[in-house]
Structure formats: structure tokens, C-alpha cells
């Protein structure tokens, strides 16, 4: 299966200032997903990332807000600008992975203070 | 509006107790549906993906089926490494949006 890995693990982050996730798989793949999880909550998709174009965001979740690349099949970066508490969360990064359903990284844990 | 609905939302077993999970649906279109186990500061982990009405898969302990209503997920004779808490979750897309339930969190005492 797809491996998944996500940098940071964890970050501790003053208010107004933004944060650089990365997430690297070791196989191309056409869609790379973006999720987050508040505290005690479930997940909750925030963006779909395809090589080549503009990420697809769902509702709630805008591009400013949360910026996102994919230069190349195997690697997709999700950016927490200016940061305020209420973005203390889990960030997961997620790939479909044939024959075993969505690979997750194993997150950041984001908290603003 | 399409939604899963997970219960309980915590179960409590002894070793060896079986027991069910349920997540109920209402979907249009449905897809898939999925379970998922996450462990506390780490990444949601593939059980299963079920596509239609009768299907059952298993994986050790763990048994999920599908109905036209409802998941259920069935531990038998669970572990304490079976603690955790299962997620379900569906997709109505050929691309791969998942929905996800709030969970149920499992804790088995030796």
C-alpha cells in the first residue's frame, strides 16, 4: 500500500502567522486529499488537489485561507495562513490507494496560540 | 442531505467480549463505505470498503457487512489492542470525496 509521509508532525503557532504543511507519497498519484480534524471531532474534507490545476475546495474552506500546491504527482503542500485559534486542528493528507481504499498520513497537530 | 450516523458513540468491553458497531446511512448514490480504526495522534487506518447491499468482508476479529440502511462493523473476542476508535465513512463520487461519521470509540479492558 501507499506510503504517506506528512511534515510537520506537530507545530506550536503564534496567531497571524501561517504554517507549510507537505505531504510526499512514494507512488504518482492523480488526486492527492486534504482533511482536517478539530478536537474530539471527525474528519472533514478540505480540498482535493489534481496535478496541473487549481485545488477544488470544499465548502466552508477558501483558497486564501488555505492554499494548496501540487507541482508533481507525488507531493502536495497545504498552507494555515494567518492562523488564529480556531485552527488548532489535525491536518491529514489522503490518497486513494488501489485495493485498500484512502491512504492517510499520520497528520499535523496544529495549535495556535 | 447525504450523512452516516455512527452508535454508540462509545462501547466499553471485557477481552473477549463481541460486540457491533452500527453506522446507518442516507445516501443517494452511494459509492462506497468504508471503515476506517485511528489510533490517538495518528492517521485513520483502512479496514474495508463495501460497494453493495450483502457484501462482507473480514479482516481477524473484525467482520463489517452492508445493508440498503446500515454498516455494521462486528469484534469478535476483541483484544486490548483492539481499542480505538472506528470511523465509517461513504463517497457518492467516482474521485474519491469521503464522508466521515463522528465514531465510535472502543476500549477493551484485559
Known amino acids: 500500500s501507499a506510503v504517506i509521509s506528512q511534515k510537520p508532525s506537530r507545530d506550536i503557532c503564534q496567531r497571524g502567522t501561517s504554517l507549510t504543511i507537505q505531504c510526499q507519497v512514494d507512488?504518482?498519484?492523480?488526486?492527492m486529499f486534504w482533511y482536517r480534524q478539530q478536537p474530539g471531532q471527525s474528519l472533514t474534507l478540505i480540498a482535493t488537489?489534481?496535478?496541473?490545476?487549481?485545488?477544488?475546495?470544499e465548502s466552508g474552506f477558501v483558497i486564501d485561507k488555505f492554499p494548496i500546491s501540487r507541482p508533481n504527482l507525488t507531493f502536495s503542500t497545504l498552507t494555515v495562513s494567518n492562523m488564529s485559534p480556531e485552527d488548532s486542528s489535525i491536518y491529514l493528507c489522503?490518497?486513494?490507494?488501489?485495493?485498500?481504499?484512502?491512504?492517510f498520513g499520520s497528520g499535523t497537530r496544529l495549535t495556535v496560540v | 442531505e447525504d450523512q452516516v450516523t455512527q452508535s454508540p458513540e462509545a462501547l466499553r468491553l471485557q477481552e473477549g467480549e463481541s460486540s457491533s458497531l452500527n453506522c446507518s446511512y442516507t445516501v443517494s448514490g452511494l459509492r462506497g463505505l468504508f471503515w476506517y480504526r485511528q489510533d490517538p495522534g495518528k492517521g485513520p487506518e483502512f479496514l474495508f470498503t463495501l460497494y453493495s447491499a450483502g457484501e462482507e468482508k473480514e479482516k481477524e476479529r473484525l467482520k463489517a457487512t452492508l445493508t440498503k440502511k446500515e454498516s455494521f462493523l462486528h469484534i469478535t473476542a476483541p483484544k486490548p489492542e483492539d481499542s480505538a476508535t472506528y470511523l465509517c465513512?461513504?463517497?457518492?463520487?467516482?474521485?474519491?470525496?469521503?464522508?466521515f461519521g463522528s465514531g465510535t470509540q472502543v476500549v477493551v479492558t484485559p
Open positions: 488537489a489534481n496535478q496541473g490545476s487549481e485545488a477544488t475546495y
Open positions: 489522503s490518497v486513494e490507494d488501489r485495493g485498500h481504499g484512502y491512504t
Open positions: 507512488s504518482q498519484v492523480t488526486m
Open positions: 465513512a461513504f463517497t457518492t463520487d467516482s474521485w474519491g470525496k469521503l464522508q
